[in-house]
């Protein structure tokens, strides 16, 4: 695991980092509580913060509640506080503050293991809670709910600065291909797809059944254009093999942009994307379709 330790004490940050380390763990040392925030709120790979209540820059506490907000926005974070108190009353504050778990200082090696252990199950069960609540169990992408709201953090973060654009895709006659190969090709099929739109971006998604997104921040309309061609003939080249079966399959593609400053939302966006997808299956499928084109780019 990726521990930051937070200590005042140079030989307790010593000793316990060699502890921590013997046993295959990575860590950040740190004397004051200040810089060691901004380590955490820097460093997505970091699971757990091992603080003592005692520390420069801000309290213990303090960094307990400020990584509990953290936590608190969907990142898996888990907070141990130690305080060289034995009174009950700090183990009540620490926990108040924030904190996970409490231990003692010096911590026993092995009673530091064991809750150590016991953030390892805890963090392990959050991640299949979130991959649950938030992947698409067929193809692994984002599901609906989780993709609206990458995208909409995306959005909000980078629409002042640079374009965004949007494909929508859907799989071509694709009840033909359940009704004459049956469900479990359909979802070799979706699955096929699915990892063939898991290379263009980081937000992509399955909105239901055969449709797809892909949000590209930062791409003009034509770079997306491109983007989709290359994916529809990826496609429909593609040999699918289900049950003793080859299937080759089609892909219909609309593609949209919002200009920096825009005032369009990612609901419009998208709408305008679905609008082209439309457009490219009335022209005989097999296509991208761009709001601005007068014309079907058709297959050559």
Request: aromatic share 6%; glycine share 8%; hydrophobic share 45%.
């Amino acid at each position: 695991m990726h521990i930051v330790l937070v200590e005042p004490s140079s030989i307790g940050r010593r000793i316990i980092a060699r502890m921590l380390e013997g046993r295959g763990h990575r860590v950040e040392a740190f004397e004051n509580g200040a810089r060691a925030l901004r380590f955490i709120q820097d460093t997505p790979s970091v699971d757990v913060v091992l603080t003592s209540f005692e520390t420069d820059g801000i309290s213990g506490t303090e960094l307990c509640w400020e990584c509990r907000l953290i936590a608190q926005e969907g990142r898996l974070l888990y907070i141990i506080a130690m305080s060289s108190g034995t009174e009950t009353s700090k183990v009540i504050e620490a926990l108040d503050c924030g904190a996970d778990d409490f231990i003692r200082k010096p911590p026993v090696p092995e009673e530091l293991f064991a809750r150590l252990r016991a953030a390892e199950r805890l963090s392990t069960m959050h991640k299949e809670l979130v991959s649950f609540a938030t992947c698409d169990e067929l193809t692994g992408l984002l599901n609906r709910r989780a993709f609206f709201e990458a995208a909409e953090r995306s959005i909000g973060d980078a629409l002042t600065e640079m374009p965004i654009s949007a494909i929508m895709l859907d799989i071509d006659h694709f009840k033909r291909i359940n009704d004459t190969y049956g469900h479990l090709a359909g979802d070799a099929v979706i699955k096929a797809v699915g990892e063939f739109i898991a290379r263009q971006s980081n937000i992509v998604g399955r909105l239901g059944g055969e449709e797809f997104a892909i949000l590209l921040p930062g791409r003009k309309e034509l770079d997306a254009y491109k983007i989709a061609e290359c994916l529809r003939f990826e496609i429909a080249g593609a040999a699918i093999s289900a049950d003793d079966e080859t299937i080759h399959i089609t892909a219909s593609l609309g593609v949209a942009e919002i200009s920096s400053n825009s005032d369009i939302s990612l609901t419009d966006l998208l709408k305008r994307a679905d609008a082209a997808l439309y457009e490219a299956k009335k022209a005989g499928r097999n296509r991208v379709h761009r709001p601005e084109d007068d014309i079907i780019f058709a297959v050559v």
